[in-house]
């Protein structure tokens, strides 16, 4: 099945510092999706971005499709940054299929 | 609060026990999935329902039987857990299967003892 490889696997910033994440994919996928989990573990939809760039606050998002990678701008970061930041990607049969994730901490 | 409720949050259990989750959803999706989130693992999907029918089932052992009585109720029930099965259990759901608009409940956190 495809793979979907996120780095880096761990982040720690200062507040106010800005980070990119970046999500490969090992095939052509339908489409793509960043989450961040909460430290609660509550999973909150960004991103639906099958190509270009979105904007979103503090981050934005592009995706290059035909290159297979995604990657997540976030800027100005903020202690409620922090959690863990995943990539999905949509195999042929529609499925969600989830990268390992990026844990973020932010400092005060 | 997303509009995917998951009951209980929080679930400890003996092996031998028998237990159910459940999840409730009134975003009027037709799709739902449990979803398995481990230590240090990435989220594997269990079981997927579109439109009250069973369409995939992930090689999930058969001590984890789901069921889906309407299109806004999913339950999981466990029966003789190992404790290896320790876990987030999501539950998500979506307009339609593979479609966009996934949205995840909080999870219930499961401990096998």
């Known amino acids: 099945g495809i793979q979907v490889e996120q780095s880096p696997p761990d982040l720690i910033l200062q507040e106010g510092a800005n980070s990119t994440l970046r999500c490969n994919f090992s095939?052509?996928?339908?489409?793509l999706q960043w989450f961040h989990q909460n430290p609660w573990g509550q999973l909150i939809n960004l991103f639906y971005i099958p190509s270009g760039t979105k904007q979103n606050g503090r981050l934005s998002a592009t995706t290059v499709a035909t290159e297979r990678y995604s990657l997540l701008y976030i800027s100005s970061s903020q202690t409620t940054d922090s959690g863990v930041y995943f990539c999905?990607?949509?195999?042929?049969?529609?499925?969600?299929?989830f990268g390992g994730g990026t844990r973020l901490m932010v400092k005060p | 609060e997303t509009g995917v409720t998951q009951t209980p949050r929080h679930l400890v259990m003996g092996m031998t026990n028998k237990k159910s989750l459940k999840c409730e959803q009134h975003?009027?999706?037709?799709?739902m999935y449990w979803y398995k989130q481990s230590a240090k693992k990435p989220l594997e999907l269990m079981f997927v329902?579109?439109?009250?029918?069973?369409?995939e089932n992930n090689s999930v052992p058969s001590r984890f039987s789901p069921e889906c009585p309407n299109s806004s109720h999913l339950f999981l029930h466990l029966h003789t857990l190992q404790p290896e099965d320790s876990a987030l259990y999501l539950c998500a759901s979506s307009p339609r299967q593979g479609g966009r608009g996934y949205t995840f409940g909080s999870g219930t956190r499961l401990t096998v003892v």
């Open positions: 975003l009027g999706h037709n799709a």
């Open positions: 095939d052509s996928v339908n489409n």
């Open positions: 999905a990607v949509y195999n042929a049969g529609n499925m969600l299929t």
């Open positions: 329902y579109n439109f009250k029918e069973q369409t």
